[in-house]
């Protein structure tokens, strides 16, 4: 499955619950799955060519009403499930197979198309280690998160294990923030890290960890394509605080 690069979510009890176990409901009000069975997904937001970004995800992250309700029409999300755990009738169907479950959810949710709110990831099969080195060369000359390889006949477990891998074609890596401002272009703003003895300027989208910068953090997670030899970075954007 391709790795989308957004922000895993739970659709429950007629509500979305983050990693962190908290309701962001309110703040994606274009995603409503018309369905009561438990659903485990990615929200992205995607471009065009349904590439999806970090950052534009970040952006959403707001309790501001006025903010939602003009992202929700200028950059609207998309839920992007993956896997089901509770059927619409309350049957808990997580030991079963995960080609099993998939097939479940594919009779049980009404999906969108492509440019809807709510879609399935996609399953492209594998069977050797040429499919997987092809696969992951074609995400790394897209530029894109990368892949998820599952076991079909696992079944589901709510941490990581054998029964998936994650082929990332980016990397990740923690850095201090040595400066931050505006960025002098509209409301823009960017913190300045070092990497190798390099200083670099990257964009900070989300105002959250705008805010939180100028009151003093100073460590983030920066992820990027690849790095030259003197350590800058190809397409850096900031991950998360840490």
């Avoid at 074609?138 to 998820?148: D, S, V, Y």
């Avoid at 190798?196 to 990027?224: C, D, N, P, T």
Wanted: net charge neutral.
């Amino acid at each position: 499955e391709i790795k989308y690069d957004g922000e895993l979510a739970m659709w429950i009890d007629g509500r979305l619950i983050n990693r962190s176990g908290n309701d962001v409901t309110h703040r994606f009000p274009e995603i409503r799955p018309d369905t009561s069975a438990v659903l485990v997904g990615e929200l992205v937001v995607l471009d065009e060519n349904d590439m999806s970004a970090f950052n534009k995800i970040q952006n959403r992250a707001t309790d501001d009403s006025i903010r939602i309700a003009g992202m929700a029409r200028t950059s609207p999300a998309t839920f992007m499930v993956f896997d089901m755990l509770e059927t619409w009738s309350g049957v808990d169907i997580t030991g079963r197979p995960f080609r099993q479950r998939r097939l479940m959810m594919a009779d049980e949710v009404q999906f969108d198309g492509r440019g809807g709110r709510v879609r399935l990831v996609e399953q492209i099969p594998v069977s050797n280690d040429s499919d997987v080195e092809r696969l992951v060369a074609t995400c790394r000359r897209l530029e894109t998160e990368g892949m998820m390889f599952k076991d079909l006949d696992a079944p589901y477990v709510a941490r990581r294990g054998p029964n998936w891998v994650k082929a990332k074609t980016w990397r990740e890596r923690e850095l201090d923030i040595v400066a931050h401002g505006p960025s002098g272009i509209g409301d823009g703003y960017t913190i300045t890290v070092v990497n190798k003895g390099r200083e670099q300027i990257v964009s900070l989208g989300s105002y959250a960890m705008r805010e939180k910068v100028k009151r003093g953090h100073k460590r983030v997670e920066i992820k990027f394509l690849s790095e030259t030899e003197d350590g800058a970075m190809r397409f850096p954007s900031v991950r998360r605080l840490v």
